[in-house]
Nanobody, 118 residues
Framework: QVDLVESGGGSVQAGGSLRLSCVAS?????VAWFRQAPGKEREKVAN?????????SYADSVKGRFTISRDIAKNTVYLQMNRLKPEDSATYFC?????????????WGQGTQVTVSS
């Protein structure tokens, strides 16, 4: 079992920044940030897909604006979101799990709301 607790969401104007945090109860091979807006499908925003710090991928919609990072000692993953756009508004979820051929996300946080106004 892995418990995940997100924080850092809020309301910001377009062009602003927010940093999300996700504290895990133990390390996992895979950890990711997803988001879901009302009426839209869940989207994987950024993820670590292995223990190496270079094993990172981003959704095209956030490349160059969002940065995922982690503090292994604190079992914490961050999502730095810069140059936010109204279309970034969503509930953001932290997910963690196993690495098989790909990542299988078995554990999910409760979500944190991000609202970007124009």
């Amino acid at each position: 079992q892995v418990d995940l607790v997100e924080s850092g969401g809020g309301s910001v104007q377009a062009g602003g920044s927010l940093r999300l945090s996700c504290v895990a109860s133990r390390p996992t091979d895979c950890v990711a940030w997803f988001r879901q807006a009302p009426g839209k499908e869940r989207e994987k925003v950024a993820n670590f897909y292995g223990r190496g710090e270079d094993r990172i991928s981003y959704a095209d919609s956030v490349k160059g604006r969002f940065t995922i990072s982690r503090d292994i000692a604190k079992n914490t993953v961050y999502l730095q979101m810069n140059r936010l756009k109204p279309e970034d508004s969503a509930t953001y979820f932290c997910a963690a799990g196993r690495k098989l051929l790909g990542c299988v996300y078995d554990y999910w946080g409760q979500g944190t709301q991000v609202t970007v106004s124009s």
